[in-house]
């Protein structure tokens, strides 16, 4: 198959084998969950369980009525302690409410009945989405509602480009099966003709393994792609133009173009939904760094807090200086490990003096370009820059700021060690937020519209029902209603009124 290129990227140092080695582990359950009802892209969940109230694993204790978003399981069975609102991890410190649990041992499953095979592509997607399952390469849009529109093609994205990141490598060495029977469902659901399974050709394990798997399945449903290793080629995006030679047109979507890509954990999640009734409610984590004492790739339940996730990589080292959700490139800092994982949080990474960038170097931008030559998305980041730090938000929207992917090429490529990726997220929230503040005015304004309409409706019925009863009140009115009335007794009493 003929590859092509993307703009820009680099070549960055690997560093997968520090936690691919001993396979894929399970961690003890946690005492204590933390779930938040927000875990995707749309509108909080609304928890349907209640403090006090006793769970099943695999129970939805929290659904979405409507719009976008995604139902939440219990990954473990237990006790509702408390739904209390938390800080999720990141610079927008946005607080949403959280299902406490306290987990119990050995207690009940609740699971959905299997579907049958052939299913009805109907019930196939509302299996998906009543599992609750969102992508898990970290965008978390809700698998039904990608999977609810016909594309030519499905790309099951296994480009795990972030340095540290390894949870799809290590899910594919073990799972590869589970991941191609996925994706053979979701290209069914998708009427998806062509389905390319693109792995980079640096995960060899991973590559057999799903050779293996396609074989087994028939190689004419699903292609088997090793893609060069290149940061961000995991991107969407990226990928895509890497496979096909088309780019996604600025402001649109893979749909345009007849393409629907998923994760391949995603894919894997699918199965398991539809075969065995099993919703999501637990990921594959990579747990790694010079900052860990045993790295691995673990299966971790939903809610977890990411310090008992170190724990059971052997806890901190003396090395420890900075603690990330994601990898290097893309990833969050976090100020403590309080945090609880979530269904897009793929690794939790622990960085020592070596790995870390000094802050205060920063210096003024000389203009060189590099950042536009590294860039994917084919931006002018000194340009928005710019525009970002003079408050010239409208200008920087026009000119692609949300076509940034946030990948951080630009800020390795700095000379000047300008921190660019941090001012573009910056800019963003503060659009988002201007844009929250207009809907929530706009709703506002049509409130008290409608008050005022209902209000002087109101005020005119009366006055029109004062006026009725002023009209009977009159002399003319009374004449009336008494010549009425003399009618009837007339009508009532002559013998010949029935006649």
């Known amino acids: 198959m003929h590859l092509h290129r993307f703009h820009g990227g680099l070549d960055l140092p690997g560093h997968k084998a520090e936690s691919t080695a001993g396979g894929l582990r399970r961690v003890a359950p946690p005492p204590r ?101 969102v992508g898990l390469g970290g965008a978390g849009f809700p698998t039904a509602g990608k999977l609810a529109v016909t594309r030519a093609t499905l790309v099951i994205n296994g480009a795990e480009c972030e340095p540290w990141i390894a949870c799809d490598d290590a899910l594919l060495r073990e799972h590869a099966d589970e991941v191609v029977r996925g994706a053979r469902l979701m290209a069914r659901v998708a009427g998806a003709g062509r389905i390319l399974l693109a792995i980079e050709d640096s995960m060899r394990e991973a590559l057999a393994a799903c050779s293996e798997a396609v074989a087994a399945h028939g190689n004419e449903e699903v292609t088997l792609v090793a893609v060069p290793t290149r940061y961000p080629e995991g991107g969407e995006r990226q990928l895509i133009q890497v496979l096909t030679g088309q780019e996604v047109p600025r402001g649109g979507l893979p749909r345009d173009i007849g393409v629907v890509v998923q994760n391949v954990a995603t894919a894997r999640a699918a199965w398991r939904a539809v075969a065995l009734g099993e919703a999501l409610f637990e990921r594959v984590v990579t747990v790694t760094g010079p900052g860990v004492a045993r790295p691995g790739n673990f299966f971790v339940p939903l809610g977890t807090p990411v310090g008992y996730l170190v724990e059971q990589a052997g806890g901190y080292t003396p090395l420890a200086q900075r603690l990330m959700l994601g990898g290097p490139m893309m990833g ?161 009493t002559d013998p010949d009124a029935g006649a």
């Open 332 to 492: 969050i800092a976090l100020p403590h490990d309080d945090f609880a994982i979530g269904k897009t949080h793929n690794c939790v990474l622990v960085l020592g003096d070596a790995e870390l960038r000094a802050s205060d170097d920063e210096m003024p931008c000389i203009r060189c370009g590099d950042c536009a030559t590294v860039c994917p998305s084919r931006l002018l980041p000194q340009q928005l820059l710019w525009q970002a730090r003079a408050g010239r938000l409208d200008e920087a929207r026009d000119q692609g700021l949300f076509d940034c992917i946030e990948c951080g090429c630009c800020d390795l490529a700095c000379p000047s060690h300008i921190p660019l990726t941090e001012q573009f997220r910056r800019a963003k929230g503060e659009l988002l937020a201007r844009e929250a503040d207009a809907v929530l005015a706009e709703a506002a304004r049509q409130r008290f519209e409608a008050r005022r309409e209902r209000l002087e409706r109101e005020a005119a019925e009366r006055e029109a029902r004062l006026a009725a009863r002023k009209s009977a009140a009159s002399p003319a009115g009374v004449a009336a209603a008494l010549e009425r009335a003399r009618a009837r007794r007339v009508a009532g």
């Open 33 to 133: 969950l933390y779930l938040s009802l927000l875990q995707h892209a749309g509108l909080p969940a609304e928890a349907c369980v209640g403090v006090g109230e006793a769970v099943a694993r695999g129970q939805c204790i929290a659904r979405v009525e409507a719009g976008a978003g995604a139902d939440l399981h219990a990954p473990l069975a237990g006790r509702v302690v408390a739904i209390q609102t938390r800080a999720l991890p990141g610079p927008s410190g946005l607080a949403v409410p959280h299902i406490v649990l306290d987990t119990q041992a050995d207690g009940p499953t609740q699971a959905m009945p299997p579907l049958g095979d052939p299913a009805p592509v109907n019930a196939i997607r509302a299996r998906i989405r009543d599992a609750g399952i």
